[in-house]
């Protein structure tokens, strides 16, 4: 008996009650059991979640006009500042911002304390945020200074617009060299003295739809606590990285833009955060549910740990000066299991995205929808594939004298 | 018998004193030093266990605090703010004792106090500030 199923069919199941789901964890023991084609016929969605670090990450905000009317030119919230090349009162801020004033790595390595993440949790949180900004001014908009405070619920609207989110497998770092490095996939001790790695593995999104035959623009999504939705491929979306047989690519590959209401998302599930010498960043709770069309589908959903591969890369010097090139795959069983053979010799591993967080997040959006509160939507318009011949660009180095008449 | 991990604070007068050296010959204790921070001419901070009979423990208390020395039990400096920590781990790796532990299949972090030496690794290497010392540290940087 060959499973077909339609979202439609599985939406009517959530609101009499009557939708299986299964998170890409539970389901594996699942398949193993009784096989995919039995499964695929019991379970209507499985549910994915990830809770990682991602730059790439911000806030678009329109602060209501103040009266005389501005026409914001340098903002700053909370001593952050916001891009405000947009609108008079619109403004985005970035994860990564940092505030003037901060040291950066002039005492190596900075600290980095508190920069745009730390403000959108602080926002989330609904504690006051501090607005000072400066005008040039203009008929229209006379006022030249603003400084106040507001919180979330006092602003029209704040729509988080992530353009890179939810990397579909990340590199592995370690430091060949010897001395400590302080990286964004954290400190790195020297001569391969541990290696991070940063992904939920069998319970990451795109592990679970390798090929993005469900997801697309419009998927509805749990972001932030809340709900959201994917807007788009998201930024350096390389889907033609080399895959395994499974079809999940074994270096980073497709990854999502992500959008939807900050009134509505939790302070637990977007987490400023402040990584040693490198800088601010967001930590993004996000799931994604998979509906289960077809017994193919359940097959993706039914990949595990040791069936992902990642590449091992050198922080010190190789990614640093675009060398490419890296030490080997290992799986993320090995990776979770707490050391990896590098070289001939252990190294410990350690995770920056946190597995527990995503296992919560997976369960949460199983919830929801056992529940009636979350139904699945269909895409607009699916994201470019294996087959789009994608290939990721690098920056044109020229120099900019140069004369093209010539 | 008494053992105990003690953290001792020194004003930059005492720096130069040989406090330890008082230690094991008038109060006959074992000192085993974990970790010291001490500069000439400037404050400074010993971390050690000290063991020994209770009543000389005791006494050798009373004389380092009549020296202008301020003395904490370890067990009071390191904080893990499990309300902030987000379980990823990045810690376990940093942290020399295994104080900071990852337990598997859970996935989560575990903080082993008893374990902790006060090295202060994991305040900064923890993207999420989870780790905090109730300690001022201004004046060791
Ligand atoms: S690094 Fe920080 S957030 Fe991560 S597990 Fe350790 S204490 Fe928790
Ligand atoms: S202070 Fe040092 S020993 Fe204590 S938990 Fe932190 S890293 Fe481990």
């Known amino acids: ?15 009499t ?18 096989g995919v084609a039995a499964a695929a016929a019991a379970v209507d969605v499985v549910t994915t979640g990830t809770f990682g670090p991602m730059c790439s990450s911000g806030v678009f905000l329109n602060v209501g006009h103040s009266q005389p009317r501005i026409k914001l030119n340098e903002a700053y919230l909370n001593g952050v500042p916001a891009y405000a090349g947009i609108a008079a009162v619109d403004l985005y801020l970035g994860a990564t911002a940092l505030p003037l ?20 949790e602080d926002l989330v949180a609904g504690k006051k945020i501090r607005l000072v900004a400066t005008a040039y001014g203009t008929d229209c908009y006379p006022l030249k200074k603003i400084a ?52 939920a593995g069998q319970l990451s999104p795109l592990f679970n739809d390798p090929l993005l035959k469900t997801i697309g623009i419009g998927t509805r999504i749990f972001l932030g606590g809340g709900i959201g939705y994917i807007a788009w491929h998201g930024t350096q979306h390389n889907p033609s990285a080399e895959r395994a047989g499974n079809g999940t690519p074994m270096y980073p590959a497709a990854t999502l833009a992500l959008i939807g209401d900050l009134k509505q998302m939790q302070p637990r599930w977007l987490r400023g955060l402040s990584f ?16 289960i069309l077809n017994e193919e589908i359940m097959g993706y959903c039914a990949v595990s740990d040791q069936d992902i591969f990642a590449p091992i890369v050198d922080y010190h010097h190789s990614y640093p000066y675009r060398e490419g090139g890296n030490l080997g795959l290992v799986n993320y069983a090995e990776l979770k299991s707490g050391a990896v053979t590098v070289n001939g010799r252990k190294v410990p591993t350690a995770s920056l995205s946190s597995y527990a967080g995503a296992r919560e997040i997976a ?6 929808i056992t529940t009636g509160q979350f139904t699945l939507t269909s895409p607009a318009v699916t994201l470019p594939s294996v087959d789009a011949s994608i290939s990721l660009k690098t920056m044109p180095q020229r120099d900019p004298e140069e004369r093209e008449d010539q | ?40 001419k400037k404050e400074g901070r010993l971390i050690m266990e000290l063991s020994g009979e209770e009543a000389n423990y005791q006494r050798a208390i009373e004389w380092m605090n009549k020296q202008g020395l301020q003395i904490m039990n370890l067990e009071q400096q390191i904080i893990w703010r499990s309300d902030r920590c987000t379980h990823c781990g990045a810690c376990t790796v940093i942290c020399p004792t295994e104080a900071l532990l990852f337990e598997r299949p859970e996935m989560t972090v575990h903080f082993v106090e008893e374990k902790c030496i006060v090295c202060e690794l994991c305040l900064r290497a923890c993207p999420a500030r989870a780790m905090e010392t109730l300690v001022d540290n201004a004046n060791f940087k």
Request: charged share 20%; hydrophobic share 40%; aromatic share 8%.
């Open chain 1, 148 to 199: 106040t405070t507001f919180c979330l619920s006092e602003i029209n609207e704040a729509t988080l617009y992530n353009p890179r989110n939810a990397y579909q497998n990340y590199n592995v770092a370690i430091n060949l060299g010897h001395k400590t490095i302080y990286t964004y996939m954290g400190v790195l001790k020297p001569d391969m003295g541990n290696a991070n790695y940063s992904s």
């Open chain 2, 1 to 40: 018998m008494i053992k105990q991990k003690i953290v001792l604070r020194f004003p930059p007068h005492i720096v130069e004193k040989p406090t330890i050296y008082h230690l094991i010959k008038d109060y006959d204790l074992m000192v085993n030093i974990l970790r010291a921070d001490i500069n000439p």
């Open chain 1, 101 to 120: 004033a901060d040291p950066a790595n002039r005492n190596h390595p900075g600290e980095f304390i508190y920069g745009g993440g730390h403000v959108i």
């Open chain 1, 363 to 368: 369960v949460s959006l199983k919830d929801w």
């Open chain 1, 276 to 291: 040693l010498g490198y800088g601010a960043t967001l930590q993004v709770g996000l799931g994604i549910p998979i509906p």
């Open chain 1, 17 to 34: 009650g009557k939708v299986v789901v299964f998170t890409a964890e539970e389901v594996i023991g699942l398949v193993k059991e009784k």
């Open chain 1, 1 to 15: 008996m060959k499973t077909n199923r339609s979202i439609e069919e599985i939406n009517a199941k959530i609101k």
